[in-house]
Structure formats: structure tokens, C-alpha cells
């Protein structure tokens, strides 16, 4: 097989995540970069060809059907200007915002979707909390467009207000919401004027328009566009890769995802703003160059994908090297050895044989049962990427097992969900196994779990609720004189981190001030951003 070399592959690649709130248009817009990608032949509706559009491609969870929700993150490939794009999908729920974290671990950028009328949303605000935690450069996408919204100069002032990040507008609308007619490039002043087509479903045919016929085409909104278009240059608000790598600013793009219109722009942006894959930070401080042998980042677990097969599939992140399948990969956490047999890649519920694949591009590997979420997988030369941080739980449930009988599954699906970090398991001397408790950054987690256990592992459980309310990290060290205090209780991970849960915040405070000896960190995320 001819191999290629692992820089120059990367050169053409760009890996990134799209985030938002729900219903914002991620799945349309997912739609419709394969539509202009040519990944789905000439019509995206072959992708909306199913039960209610909610079981798009990238949806394939039973749960995540009935609840209208993205629980799973999928990973699709494309070719766009002879660039290869992997899209990696992020769970739209706040409640799985640790997943998003982990997802963004793997990506080079993301693209923040907001909906035209709503801006910036709640939800919108803790992911883009997650993508500053890890400094992953965003590129801004007000979407729906053909719908009245709010005022496109009104957008940038929220984005720039909450996000406190400069918005460079890219393209700028002529129209205001919900009489979209073109946008302007802001680079070349360009017009550009779409036409819509049935449902969306071909690509927006596009006219380059001079300036006076757009005044004629579009005398209602083309002054004013153009009024502001030139004001944001004066401004200097154009797009700027380098403040834009710094997450200083954010490129903005207008369009409307089920029109079509813009879509093109974006992906042009995606190309040429997004960063190519480069060498990786290493736990040691040291990098992995893309030319070193094949390593990859493990950031997703996750099983029972394929009702038939109840598999267990590792997605991971190639960063270095190339990746062949068959290679004999070893886990760095367990210093096992597995074989790469079955990489595939994935395109929603459709998984293909994988031979070949560079750094940015994502595996899915089946059934490798020794790698954990945050492992590093690789050949010849060992390396560890620096921890993934755990995020602070805010919801404790104590879970029992309901019939005996089925102790063994239970244990077996508790751990599971651990290793997949679908929830933090959580043990404490006196019940152990029995009944550990649960705990979660968000509600739905506990509503996954449950279903898992009896839909999965054949173990149906009941949940208790608990006192507790916050979780600090601690240690062995201080663990003696916390287990000795009211109101708080030290629990250990699989992985030996010991978390103090307390049943209030006050109270924690307390201990805080009154034993500054004692080690409580923060976790990512504490005190429920957004
Ligand atoms: P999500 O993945 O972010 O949750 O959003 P999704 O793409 O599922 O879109 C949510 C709703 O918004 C869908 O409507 C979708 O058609 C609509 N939508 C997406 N992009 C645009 C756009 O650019 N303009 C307009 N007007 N609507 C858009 P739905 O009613 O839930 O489904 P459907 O009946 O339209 O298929």
C-alpha cells in the first residue's frame, strides 16, 4: 500500500468540532458540509431521508432518538478543495458538556453555531466557557438567517459583550433576518446574491453582483449593508488568523444552513483559517512530531453503537505518524498491546474499513478493551498527552442494583460507564461496589446511565438521592481528618483521584478557611457555568 508523508497529508487536513445550542442547526449545517462537499451525492436530503429528522447522520442512539437529543459524538470525513475535513460532532446538551470538553481535546478549532434570532444562549455560553478552558480558536456561524432574528450589528455586540472575543465578520448579510438576499465578502467587497432551491436540498446557485445592479436587485437593503459592511473595515473588524489562533477574535460568518446560503463561505473559512494539524504537546512538556511514529489521542469511548454487535469503540485522534491498519498499538495507561484489525471510520451509523489514515484524521477502534478515555495509543515510541481534567459533578445519586442477581452485570456496566467517562463512579469504603454513587455534571447523565444499565448490561437499577451538593479534589493525605468532620465524605475513582463530596457550599467554605492545610482543588467547570 502506498503510504504517504505523515506532514504533508497533515497540511491538507482540518479537524474541528461544531458546538451549540439545540435546535441551533448543527445537524442541518453537518447536512449540508457534506452536500458541498460532495460526500453525499447531489441531494442532502438522502441524509434527511428518515423516521422525523432527528435520527440524522450523526444520531444513532435509541435514547438520543426518542429524546430529540445528541448524546454520542460522531466523527465525519469529507474532501472540500482538496482539503480532507473531519467534522467531529459534539452532544448539543449542556449535561454533556465533559463530553464536549473531551471531544474538543481532539479537535484543531470548532464552529459556533447561533441561532440568528436567539444569539447567544445559555447553553451556547458553557461550551464556549469549555473551548476558552482549552484555547481552541472558534470560528462564529449566525445561522438561520432567512428567518427574522435580531440585527446583525446587534449579533456582534453580544458576541463581543458575553464572549469578550472581537467578532470579524467574514461575509456580512445584505437583508436583514428574514429577507435574506446576499452576502458581502468582507475581504474583497465582494457581492454575492443566492437563490434558493426546493428544500434546500441542491446547492444555493450563486450571481456575483456589481454594485449598482445591487442597488436595482436589492434597492431596499443594499445601502445599508453596504453603509455597514464599510463602517466594520474602517473599523478594522476584519478577519485576522493570527488573533483569531489566540482566541482573540472570531471570524463571523451570516448564512442560513437550510437555504444553503453561505455555506460555501464557511467552508472556505474552514479551510483557510482553521489550523492544519501539528505536533502535540506531551504530558512531559515534550511535543510528538508529526513525523514520529503513529500516536494517537484516545477521547471517546463508546459501546452498544450496533444493537447486533454491543461493540466497544475507542475514537481516536491520530496525532502523529501514520496509522496502518493491523499496527500492533499499545495503551499507554495499561502498557497493553492490542491489534488495530478493525479501524474504521465513521459516518454516523455507517462504519467503513479504514486501511490508511494521517495526523487530524479520527479511528473508531473496535474493541479495544484496554485503552481508557485521555490514553494514548502508539507504536515504538511510548508518550503520554497531558491529562484530560475531570469536570466538577454537580448532581450525586447513590445506585443499587435492583435484583441481586444481577450483581455481576451491574459492576461490569458501573465500571464501563466510568472507563467511557459517560459518568464519574464514585466508591467509599462502606457500600463499595454496592452502590457507589454517581456523579454527574448534568440530569440526563443519570437518565443515560440508568437506561444503559438495564438496556445494555441487563442490570436495572434504583437511584437514591444523596446530601451532597459540591466536590473537591483531595488526596490521601487529608483524607483522615475530612472522613472525620460532619458533612462531608471522601470518595475514590477507578483511576485513585479522591474527591471530598460536601453537603453545602457554605460548609465547604468553612472547612476551607478553618484547614488550609487541607488539599480541596477546583475541577474544571465548578459552580455550573452559564
Ligand atoms: P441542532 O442539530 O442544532 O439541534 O439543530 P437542527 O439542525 O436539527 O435544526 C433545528 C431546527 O431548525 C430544524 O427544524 C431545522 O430544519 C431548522 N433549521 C436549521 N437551519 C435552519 C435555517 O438556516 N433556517 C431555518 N429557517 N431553519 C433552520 P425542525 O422544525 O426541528 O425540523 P424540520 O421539520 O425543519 O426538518
Known sequence: MLVNDPSSEAARRRTFAIISHPDAGKTTLTEKFLLYGGALGKEAGTVKAREGRRSATSDWMEMEQQRGISITSAALQFEYRDTVINLLDTPGHRDFSEDTYRVLAAAD???????????????????????????????????????????????????????????????WPVGIAGDFRGLIHQASGQYTRFERTARGSTMAPETQVESDQAEELDVEWWG????????????????????????????????????????????????????????????????RALDEPFAGLVFKMQAGMDKSHRDRIAFVR??????????????????????TKYAQTLFGQDRETVDTAYPGDILGLVNANDVRVGDAVYVDMPCEFPALPAFAPEHFMRVRVKDTSKFKQFRKGVAQLDEEGAIQVLRDDFLGEQAPVLAAVGQLQFEVATHRLENEFGAPVALTSTPYTIARKTDVESTPKLQAMQGVDVFKRANGTHLALFESRYWMDRVLTDFPELTLERMVAEGGLG
Open 109 to 171: 478549532a470548532a464552529i459556533m453555531v447561533l441561532d440568528a434570532a436567539k444569539g447567544i444562549e445559555k447553553q451556547t455560553l458553557k461550551l464556549f466557557e469549555v473551548c476558552r478552558e482549552r484555547e481552541i480558536p472558534f470560528i462564529t456561524f449566525v445561522n438561520k438567517w432567512d428567518r427574522p432574528g435580531k440585527i446583525a450589528l446587534e449579533l456582534l455586540d453580544e458576541i463581543e459583550q458575553t464572549l469578550i472575543v472581537d467578532p470579524t465578520p467574514v461575509t
Open 318 to 339: 491520530v496525532c502523529s505518524g501514520v496509522f496502518e491498519r493491523g499496527l500492533i498499538a499499545t495503551a499507554a495507561s495499561s502498557g497493553r498491546q492490542f491489534s
Open 224 to 287: 445599508e449593508a453596504q453603509e455597514e459592511a464599510e463602517l466594520l473595515r474602517e473599523l478594522g473588524r476584519l478577519a485576522d488568523r493570527d488573533t483569531f489562533l489566540n482566541c482573540e477574535s472570531t471570524p463571523v460568518f451570516f448564512g442560513s444552513a437550510m437555504t444553503n446560503f453561505g455555506i460555501r463561505f464557511l467552508l472556505d473559512g474552514v479551510v483557510d483559517l482553521i489550523p492544519a494539524p501539528s505536533a502535540r504537546t506531551l504530558a512531559d512538556g515534550t511535543t
